[in-house]
């Protein structure tokens, strides 16, 4: 069974400070690992993904997460963040059906 | 634009009363998804369907019922017997060639139950 354990509820940050959103998983399956964000009374937004290949990914705005296999975790990171990054921040991984979530981390960035 | 259509955005019902939510998408993916999302507790999956005229149960299916007759639809009925329906509803969808998994989602339906 697939399961996702997002370490934070809450992440309180002032702008331009880095912040590191803590993400670890179980697979039984092949590792496909994604991020997304959710802003207010929206859907969620794709914003990487980790398939194969470089452990090191990166989004186009400023993101980036390390897939690392023997500690079962896939961090996100940014080294600098605006007041626009807050949001809810959902770590997935592939299932046998579809993606396992979980539960979210909400990043808060004040200036 | 391709993209996934939920409607409507927010939805008042009465208790006891069923309400069908609507999840319309034009991207040609041949799966599609319901997830439940209430506060601090993420995502969890309602049911899914990876191919028209067939649907699978998810992880807290009852009290939900819903149908696939065409490959773009894919609606949500929340049913009296759900005890506690008040949630944001988020339809996904992705394509069945796909090994990655890697879900498209709608805006969401808000649904108050009074």
């Known amino acids: 069974a697939q399961s996702v354990t997002q370490l934070d509820s809450q992440v309180p940050v002032f702008e331009e400070a880095p912040v590191e959103l803590r993400c670890n998983y179980s697979s039984s399956v092949s590792v496909y690992l994604f991020w997304y964000v959710q802003y207010p009374n929206q859907g969620l937004q794709l914003l990487l993904k980790?398939?194969?290949?470089?452990?090191l990914v990166e989004s186009i705005n400023g993101f980036e997460a390390e897939f690392n296999k023997s500690q079962t975790s896939f961090h996100l990171r940014k080294p600098s963040v605006h007041i626009s990054d807050t949001a809810e921040y959902f770590c997935?991984?592939?299932?046998?059906?579809?993606?396992?979530f979980g539960k979210g981390t909400m990043l808060l960035v004040s200036p | 634009d391709g993209g996934i259509t939920q409607s409507p955005k927010y939805l008042f019902r009465k208790e006891g009363q069923n309400v069908t939510l609507s999840c319309e998408q034009n991207?040609?993916?041949?799966?599609m998804y319901w997830y439940r999302q209430d506060p601090g507790q993420g995502l969890r999956l309602i049911y899914y369907?990876?191919?028209?005229?067939?649907?699978q149960k998810g992880d807290i299916a009852e009290g939900y019922s819903v149908s696939r007759e065409k490959k773009e639809s894919f609606p949500l009925t929340v049913t009296s017997a759900q005890k506690n329906p008040t949630a944001f509803y988020l339809c996904a969808s992705s394509t069945q060639g796909s090994n990655t998994g890697e879900l498209f989602f709608g805006e969401g339906s808000r649904l108050t139950v009074l």
């Open positions: 991207l040609n993916h041949d799966a």
């Open positions: 369907s990876q191919i028209v005229n067939d649907f």
């Open positions: 980790y398939l194969s290949g470089s452990t």
């Open positions: 997935a991984v592939k299932g046998y059906s579809t993606l396992t």
